[in-house]
Nanobody
C-alpha cells in the first residue's frame, strides 16, 4: 500500500507562486509514476502534470505548460509542483496520484486527500 499526502496549498494573488508537495509512504518502491490533478465543482477533475519515477519523463496539460514544473525526489519519495504566474482559473483542489505500471496503463490507483489552492484576482 502507498499513502500520499499533499501540502503547500494556500491563498495567493494572481501572478504569484506556490509549491505543492506530495509525500509518499509505504511501498514507495512500487511507484512507477505520479501525477497532479485538480478539481473544481464546475470543471470537475482535470489532469495537470505527470512524471515517471524512472527516467523522469514529464507530461503537462496545455494550461500548465510554461508556468508549472513537476519534479520528484526519489530518495525522499516526494513529488513537487512548482506553480508560477498563477491565475484565478488555477483555483482548485489539487490532488496527487500514483500509478504502479511501467507504461502507465494501470491508471492512477492511489490518491491523496487534496490541498486547496486559491488564486485571487
Amino acid at each position: 500500500q502507498v499513502q500520499l499526502v499533499e501540502s503547500g496549498g494556500g491563498l495567493v494573488q494572481a501572478g504569484g507562486s506556490l509549491r505543492l508537495s506530495c509525500a509518499a509512504s509505504g511501498r514507495t518502491d512500487s511507484i512507477a509514476g505520479t501525477a497532479w490533478f485538480r478539481q473544481t465543482p464546475v470543471k470537475g477533475r482535470e489532469f495537470v502534470a505527470a512524471i515517471r519515477w524512472s527516467g523522469g519523463r514529464t507530461y503537462y496539460a496545455d494550461s500548465a505548460k510554461g508556468r508549472f514544473t513537476i519534479s520528484r525526489d526519489n530518495a525522499k519519495a516526494t513529488m513537487y509542483l512548482q506553480m508560477n504566474n498563477l491565475k484565478p482559473e488555477d483555483t482548485a483542489v489539487y490532488y496527487c496520484a500514483a500509478d504502479f505500471t511501467l507504461d502507465g496503463s494501470g491508471g492512477y490507483k492511489n490518491w491523496g486527500q487534496g490541498t486547496q489552492v486559491t488564486v485571487s484576482s
